[in-house]
């Protein structure tokens, strides 16, 4: 469980500098908040207005972070993988291998490993995209949502935010000539049947009529892919999110060979497809769009979709690089996941949108660094149900992260106000949120606040004391 605090309990911080979206980099600003909302944000607070209690905070402060696709026992594969030639395909065999040793124990205590871990990473809320629903010989558990509802255990124990993605995923894919391929080996237990099995199975969770699980959980539906799951199918999926007002998020072309078999089965790209099946719209967030045609990627910002790109495991499984420019400016809203858990560091997947738009391109400056910061906040809180988040203003949830500045990584970065600090002729000072963006790691989370509690306190977390031990015992437990 999170920190105990009393009911309406009324907090402040003073950060030495904090970044407020759309205002810039302000220091010495009092942030106060009340239960698990912010309630007055002061900039330039004067040493002798702070209210007794106030914490200081010394770096950068900025809103927590949003993990928007999250796949938690990958983070067993890390450091396995590496060794000799390959594909994603190659990869999956391994991860399936993974994926058949899961038991409600065993994911629970992996998932909590890795969400502690997430958020000393600054994370303060995590999609958790969902596919490992039943026994490994595809029967239901006793409680059918049992490895659903660890998950959300894991990430309370871990003091984060979840969105469950529960994904759909009832075929092993597309064969050469177009015919889907049966559920076989450890993808039995990612099977409902039908989606309309899904769907019930799902609404046994018993979410509330605004999509929560419990204060710090809400329901959110998956599709899992072109692959996975036929397009009369999908109608059902996204009718189900219709009604109930879930977000949607779906896989859509991570792989070429997945591009080939949606052509020779249904004669159109996946993202066509999508659409045609009602799966696009505002709700839904498209992850990867790695290999996108240019009719793709306007239909895809035609349809105000979010686009979680996750570019350290598209490098690390050969993906290929996205055209994050294009989708960013045919309207798509992106956002970042740690996906494969190849590393958790989403300062990392942000700035490789631009670095890689640079690879590119050969020219810099595609996205600014308050772009990119709210492509790990706002954005990305808002692409898993919780628009309220991702912003330090009045009544926002209180998610908090903060960044040290004396680390060899960010050490000598010019502060706003001393002599060596640009001139910016009036506009927003963000120059030292492009030295966190662009330079820092998870090593210079010192604070995380999430939702008004103290989670991380001088890089150590509150909840689970031994981060490193815990990942080494669950990891080893499912490896065998």
Known sequence: MMPSRGPGQARA????????????????????ATADRFTRITPRAAPGSLPAGA?????????????????????????????????F?????????VAARLEPDSYRALARAVYAEMALA???????????????????????????????????????????????????????????????????????GTAQDWANRVSMLGADEHGMLGPSARIGAAIHSVRAVAPEQMATVAAWTHATGAPLHVHLSEQVAENDACLATYRCTPAALLYDAGVLGPRTT?????????????????????ACVCPTTEADLADGIGPFGALAAAGCRLTVGSDSQAVIDLFEEARRIEMYERLASRE?????????????????????????????????????????????????????????????????????LEAVIFAASPADVRNVVIGGRDVVVGGRHLLVEDVPGELSAAIGAVLG
């Open 364 to 432: 810099r400056g595609h996205f600014t660094a308050e772009t990119l910061g709210t492509v790990m906040t706002w954005d990305g809180h808002a692409s898993l149900g919780w628009p309220d988040a991702g912003e330090i203003a009045p009544g926002s949830l209180a998610d908090l992260v903060t960044v040290t500045l004396d680390s060899p990584r960010l050490a000598g970065v010019p502060l706003p106000g001393r002599p060596d600090a640009q001139d910016h002729g009036g506009e927003p000072d963000l120059a030292l």
């Open 89 to 97: 395909w190659t990869w999956r065999e391994r991860m399936y291998q």
């Open 13 to 32: 911080w003073h950060a030495e500098f904090a970044w407020l979206p759309g205002v810039g980099v302000l220091p010495e600003v009092l942030i106060e």
């Open 286 to 306: 498209v992850v990867h769009a790695t290999h996108l045609t240019s009719a793709d990627i306007r239909l895809l910002g035609g349809s105000e979709v979010f």
């Open 55 to 87: 914490i200081r905070l010394a770096g950068l402060t900025m809103p927590a972070l949003a993990n928007a696709h999250s796949h938690a026992f990958h983070r067993a594969l890390r450091g396995v993988t590496q060794a000799g030639r390959g594909t």
């Open 122 to 192: 600054g994370i303060s809320c995590v999609g958790e995209f969902h596919y490992v629903h039943h026994r490994p010989e595809g029967t239901p558990y006793a409680d059918p949502n049992a490895m659903g509802r660890v998950l959300i255990e894991a990430a309370a124990e871990a003091g984060l935010r979840i969105t469950l993605l529960d994904a759909c995923y009832l075929s092993g894919g597309l064969d050469p000539a177009g015919w889907s391929l049966p559920l076989a080996g450890p993808q039995l237990r990612f099977g409902d």
